[in-house]
């Protein structure tokens, strides 16, 4: 837990301490402006909310297996764009029906600090979060145990139509509670510290105002626990090719997309669909 909040106070005290930027070659800014820009879904952008702008972002992932994974995110400056906070909400659903389990997951609560901006040669967001029990770690929607998350998300604008964006992460929670059974059969709750780690990469294509086509790819890499309460290594990856498009209303910008991801859990497979929205209102 410590680790992770001394690398985000370095690396946001690395921008503190820089001066005001000009516009850079090679720079975002340089390409000139784009329609749409928070582009991604599995990846975080290195973008914080102007003020008055507030954005509300779903994504419900309906898998192969049935499980549904439904999450809702708001965003908002806290005094312009370079402070942001944030928090997130989840709801799961595991198990096919008739026999499905339905619940509500841990909320996120988070924090984004602007260390470069679009006016750099690269885009540099550090997040740190506080992740709280509200799942039910009995039925597997939580991990029962306070959580702390670094994410670092950098973007890139390569050209006037491509974009990348690179994440990098960890997750550690203390004490997560396991409900397992010991050598007897006997029902026993295990506590122990789980440690994740995160990357990923985007590439962004603009083929036309207002719509965007996308691959991301994502590593995951946890621990979890087994029957015995051991602790095994978990690899994870996802690879999902979407499309997004961008409409707007007033002072609305609504932007939905879908996803086709595939996943890597010992194999490749079909991950389902994923269905993205944003609705990004300004207030000022």
Do not use: C
């Not at 005290?13 to 879904?41: C, F, H, I, R």
């Not at 764009?81 to 909400?89: A, C, D, V």
């Amino acid at each position: 837990m410590i680790r992770i909040a001394l690398i985000f106070v370095l690396v946001s005290l690395t921008g503190m301490t820089k001066a005001q930027s000009s516009l850079k070659k090679g720079s975002y800014a340089s390409y000139g402006p784009m329609t749409l820009e928070d582009n991604s879904v599995f990846l975080e952008e290195a973008f914080n909310q102007g003020m008055g702008v507030i954005q509300y972002i779903s994504t419900f992932w309906m898998k192969r297996n049935g499980e549904i994974d439904f999450s809702f995110t708001q965003e908002i400056p806290i005094t312009d764009k370079k402070h942001q906070f944030s928090y997130t909400l989840n709801y799961l659903q595991r198990g096919s029906n008739p026999m499905s389990t339905h619940g509500f997951g841990d909320l996120s609560l988070g924090y984004r600090y602007q260390v470069m901006d679009e006016n750099d040669w690269i885009m540099v967001i550090p997040r740190l979060s506080i992740i709280l029990p509200t799942g039910s770690s009995v039925l597997g929607f939580g991990n029962g145990a306070v959580g702390v998350q670094g994410n670092l998300a950098m973007t890139k604008r390569l050209s006037r139509k491509v974009v990348t964006h690179y994440n990098l992460g960890a997750t550690e929670f203390i004490k997560s509670k396991y409900y397992g059974s010991a050598a007897d059969g006997e029902k026993v709750i295990y506590k122990k510290n789980l440690f994740q780690k995160n990357a990923g990469v985007s590439f962004v294509w603009h083929p036309a105002p207002g719509a965007n086509l996308l691959l991301e790819y994502v590593a995951l890499f946890e621990q979890e626990f087994q029957q015995n309460g051991s602790i095994e290594k978990r690899m994870q990856l996802i690879f999902n090719p979407a499309v997004r498009f961008s409409m707007r209303l007033g002072n609305v910008q609504v932007v939905p997309g879908i996803g086709l991801p595939l996943v890597y859990d010992r194999a490749w497979e079909s991950g389902g669909m994923l269905v993205y929205l944003s609705v990004e209102t300004n207030y000022q």
